[in-house]
Structure formats: structure tokens, C-alpha cells
């Protein structure tokens, strides 16, 4: 018995350890996170983000720090503690419909404009199922991934 819990606590303990693969989307878990120049408080701010959800990429780690890429391309390092393995994305172009199947001759359930961040619940090959909060409530939809950033190409389970 004991030697199979020392089994176990080993095993969970070097998973949990394992690194994750780089490059990685995760969002912001925080509505107020200052990225540096550098991995680590002594560099200076270089910028602050100010929307919890937004999606980044995760391009590079050191120690506790990461080097993350927003939508625009803008590059800095965040401590981890900022950041959220909750997989988000953010409408880019122009305003995107939302339709209530992944087919275009589906019905619109609502339309979203650029900027808009949701929540990632489902993909498929073309289509991203996404939550939207907002003052008029809670929609859930499909969106053509040509149309959002915070998705790899190739990437179908998230």
C-alpha cells in the first residue's frame, strides 16, 4: 500500500512539474497586468493590460516569468501568476456573425464586434464555438476561426 502511494505521489508530482509546450495560448487572469522589458519586477513596465480574458501567447519561459504575445504583436514578460489556462479569443476584421450551428446558413444569434473577447467552449476544422458575456447577457455561439486570434491552424481540441 505504501509503496503505491509513494507510486502515485511520485508520478503526480514529476507530471506536474513537466513543461508545458511552447508556444501556448492562455488569457489574462487579471484586469490589471504590467508586462516588463524583462522576466522579472527589477525590469521595467513596459506596458499594462487593463482586460481580464484577453487571450495572449505564451513564446518563451523563464523561471516563474513568461514572455507573452498579445493579438497586436505586442511581446513582454508577466509573471504567471497573471495568467489563466482559460482558453479565450479575440474577434478580429471587421464585425463577425455568430450563428447558432457551424454553417453559415444557420440562424444569427448575435454579431460581434472587433475587440470583442469570449470564451473558446468547442472547435472544429473552420468553426469556433464561443460565449459572449455582456450588458444584454450571455450568447452562445459559432464563428469562423479566420476570424478570431487565440487559435493555432491546426488546433482542434482545447
Known amino acids: 500500500m505504501l509503496t503505491r502511494f ?4 511520485i508520478f503526480s508530482t514529476s507530471w ?6 511552447l508556444p501556448r495560448f492562455a488569457s489574462l487572469r487579471s484586469n490589471s ?3 516588463h522589458v524583462g522576466p522579472g519586477n ?12 484577453l487571450p495572449i501567447e505564451i513564446i518563451a519561459e523563464f523561471d516563474t516569468w513568461r514572455r507573452i504575445r498579445d493579438h497586436q504583436g505586442t511581446e513582454g514578460w508577466v509573471h504567471q501568476s497573471l495568467l489563466s489556462g482559460k482558453r479565450t479569443i479575440i474577434i478580429m476584421g471587421n464585425v463577425q456573425n455568430i450563428y447558432s450551428k457551424p454553417d453559415e446558413q444557420s440562424d444569427i444569434v448575435a454579431r460581434a464586434e472587433p475587440g470583442v473577447v469570449a ?15 455582456n450588458d444584454q447577457g450571455r450568447f452562445k455561439g459559432w464563428v469562423s476561426r479566420q476570424q478570431v486570434w487565440g487559435l493555432y491552424a491546426n488546433e482542434i481540441k482545447v
Open 6 to 9: 509513494l507510486f502515485v505521489l
Open 42 to 53: 527589477n525590469y521595467p513596465i513596459e506596458w499594462r493590460f487593463v482586460r481580464q480574458g
Open 33 to 35: 497586468a504590467h508586462m
Open 119 to 133: 470564451t473558446v467552449i468547442e472547435t472544429q476544422a473552420n468553426w469556433c464555438k464561443i460565449e459572449v458575456r
Open 16 to 21: 506536474a512539474n513537466q513543461p508545458h509546450p
